[in-house]
Each structure stands twice: as structure tokens, then as C-alpha cells.
């Protein structure tokens, strides 16, 4: 049995996941949706709709460890890619990552590390957030958003404007190999590039080169993702790491013919092996 699973607060099943359950199952592989607070016990579990733990952060991680032989993605890859202090580990490994600061909450530490760099725009965001919440946008020198609803720690990281103009392109690989790629445009007016904010979804064919920096990423791990999505901004050619995505990715399966396909061959495979 392998379990795709949703939360509690957005139960449903995901539209373009159907399709994957329905073709695990035709192929002798029954396939469930249930919330990740619900699934107490399964073979395989993905996932992929688990779209509220940042809001349960100990119970989702101490879920993740109760189950750790049973998902699709190494346990460990998961744990270390739910909080993003992954982004810091990525810039050390030598990945051209957004350049990332990680500190706590305390508004003097906050102020100390924005005086050491040289950065017009930054933003803050929570180290374990999902959707783009609570991501703000501000200008050196101007009041900090109320820290309480950020945890113990904040991400700092300079705005980007090419963010806003150029959009998001998401590489989606299968056990490293490259699938296919969509880019994520924002609205007018907005530099959020997450789902919430109205973005444009539109596939996109990428360069090879930047298919390879995106592989390159993975290559980095120590272990080999089943399913990820390599998020950047291409400026003047060149790959600019914005976020790994190893747990919940939106892979986009329905807006490329044969995606859902190549999936579906490499969950069987890792499933039956």
C-alpha cells in the first residue's frame, strides 16, 4: 500500500495526483490518499499534499522519524530539507544559492547581521514556512515585521528583482534524471513567486546547461532524491538556487504530456525493488 498523504487542514486530493493513484492501482500497486496525521501505518507513504506541517513542525518531524523506512524520499534528506538552514549547507557545497543568512529572532541580532551586508532590499522569512507565508519584503533601515509568528529563527537573504521579472523556473527530477520544467510568473506588482500569489504556471524548455547546474545541486546530496524540484532564477543565463524541494513539492505532472507517466514507472520501481 503506498499512501499519498494530505494534512488536515487541505484534505482533499490534489487534482493532477489522482491520476497517479489511478495508474499505481491499475498496475497492482494500491494507492491511498489520507491526511499525514491520519496515516499511522503504511508500507509507502509520499508526501507530496502535506501541506500544513510547517504549522506542526515537531509532530510532522517526529512523524517523519516514527515512519522512517517507509517513504518514497530518504528520511534524513527530508528532515534536513524541512528546515531552511539546507540553503546555508548548499552555499558551503559550493551551490550558486541566493546568499543566506540564518539568525534568531531577536531584533538586535536581525539588525547586526543586515549592518554587515550590503543589501538596498531584504527578506525575511520563517526558517520552517510552506506557500510563501509570512515572507516579507523590506527596505535597510525599515521597521521589522512583528517576529513573533517567525519561530526561533529568521532567514535573511537580499531582494532579488529578477525574482519579479524573470519569474521562477522549477526543474523537476526523477532519481536525478531531468523531467521537465515549468516557470512560476508573477502577477504585476508582486515578487512572490509561491501559488497563493496569483502566479502563472507555464512550461518552459530550459538550456541544457541549466538542466545540468540543476543536477549539479543534486549531485551535492548525499543521497539521491526519488522525486525533487530544483527552484531558481536564470539571470543573464546563469542559475540562481532559490529553494530545494525534497517533501511536498508541486511537480506539475498535469502540465506536461508523459510526466505523470515517468513518475508512475519510477514510484513502481522503487516500490517493487
Known amino acids: 500500500m503506498l499512501t499519498i498523504t494530505t494534512c488536515k487542514t487541505y484534505p482533499s486530493a490534489p487534482q493532477n495526483l489522482i491520476p497517479v493513484q489511478i495508474q499505481l492501482s491499475n498496475?497492482?500497486?494500491?494507492?491511498?490518499f489520507l491526511p499525514w496525521q491520519e496515516t499511522l501505518q503504511s508500507q509507502f507513504i509520499l508526501p507530496l499534499a502535506a501541506w500544513d506541517y510547517a504549522n506542526f513542525y515537531d509532530e510532522?518531524?517526529?512523524?517523519?522519524?516514527?515512519?522512517?523506512?517507509?517513504?518514497?524520499?530518504?528520511?534524513e534528506l527530508m528532515l534536513w530539507n524541512s528546515h531552511k538552514g539546507y540553503l546555508c549547507d548548499l552555499q558551503n557545497w559550493g551551490v550558486n544559492v541566493i546568499p543566506t543568512l540564518i539568525c534568531s529572532t531577536?531584533?538586535?541580532?536581525?539588525?547586526?547581521?543586515?549592518?554587515?551586508?550590503?543589501?538596498?532590499?531584504?527578506?525575511?522569512?520563517?526558517?520552517?514556512?510552506?506557500?510563501?507565508?509570512l515572507v516579507t519584503k523590506l527596505r535597510q533601515g525599515e521597521a521589522l515585521p512583528n517576529l513573533s509568528a517567525y519561530g526561533e529563527q529568521v532567514v535573511l537573504q537580499p531582494f532579488i528583482p529578477e525574482v519579479a521579472i524573470n519569474g521562477e523556473t522549477s526543474l523537476i527530477f526523477f532519481n536525478g534524471v531531468f523531467s521537465h520544467a515549468i516557470r512560476r510568473q508573477?502577477?504585476?506588482?508582486?515578487?512572490?513567486?509561491?501559488?497563493?500569489?496569483?502566479?502563472?504556471?507555464?512550461?518552459?524548455?530550459?538550456?541544457?546547461?541549466?538542466?545540468?547546474?540543476?543536477r549539479?545541486?543534486?549531485?551535492?546530496?548525499?543521497?539521491?532524491?526519488?522525486?525533487?524540484?530544483?527552484?531558481?532564477?536564470?539571470?543573464?543565463?546563469?542559475?540562481?538556487?532559490?529553494?530545494?524541494?525534497?517533501?511536498?513539492?508541486?511537480?506539475?505532472?498535469?502540465?506536461?504530456?508523459?510526466?505523470?507517466?515517468?513518475?508512475v514507472d519510477v514510484l513502481k520501481s522503487k516500490i517493487l525493488k
Do not use: C
Open 27 to 32: 498496475q497492482g500497486i494500491p494507492t491511498q
Open 186 to 214: 508573477p502577477p504585476q506588482n508582486e515578487w512572490r513567486a509561491n501559488s497563493q500569489y496569483k502566479v502563472e504556471i507555464i512550461p518552459v524548455e530550459v538550456d541544457e546547461h541549466i538542466i545540468e547546474t540543476a
Open 60 to 75: 510532522f518531524t517526529q512523524w517523519i522519524k516514527q515512519h522512517k523506512n517507509a517513504f518514497i524520499n530518504p528520511t
Open 106 to 133: 531577536k531584533t538586535s541580532e536581525i539588525l547586526t547581521a543586515l549592518e554587515r551586508q550590503d543589501w538596498p532590499e531584504f527578506v525575511i522569512k520563517p526558517t520552517v514556512g510552506q506557500s510563501g507565508n
Open 216 to 263: 549539479h545541486v543534486l549531485h551535492k546530496l548525499p543521497e539521491m532524491p526519488v522525486y525533487a524540484r530544483v527552484d531558481g532564477t536564470i539571470i543573464d543565463n546563469t542559475f540562481l538556487l532559490n529553494e530545494l524541494e525534497l517533501i511536498e513539492p508541486a511537480l506539475y505532472l498535469d502540465r506536461w504530456e508523459e510526466a505523470t507517466e515517468r513518475f
